[in-house]
């Protein structure tokens, strides 16, 4: 079963070619900052460096 995109198959195949690219790059990007974060956090703690959240209290900022 063969689709006929018409006059416009190049356009319409460039774009979804465009797209896929781009959903990618945003994926790798996305995966490359979680990386950068997660060695981020461990250099704070490794510092001494905590967060507020694990004090279990409930003080005022």
């Not at 190049?10 to 781009?22: M, T, W």
């Not at 990386?35 to 694990?54: F, H, I, N, P, Y």
């Amino acid at each position: 079963m063969m689709i006929s995109l018409g006059p416009y198959a190049g356009f319409i195949v460039s774009s979804y070619a465009v797209v896929a690219v781009v959903v990618a790059l945003l994926i790798f990007w996305v995966m490359l900052d979680y990386r950068r974060q997660k060695a981020r956090l461990r250099d704070l703690e490794r510092a001494g460096v905590t967060r507020r959240s694990r004090s279990g209290g409930s003080e005022a900022p």
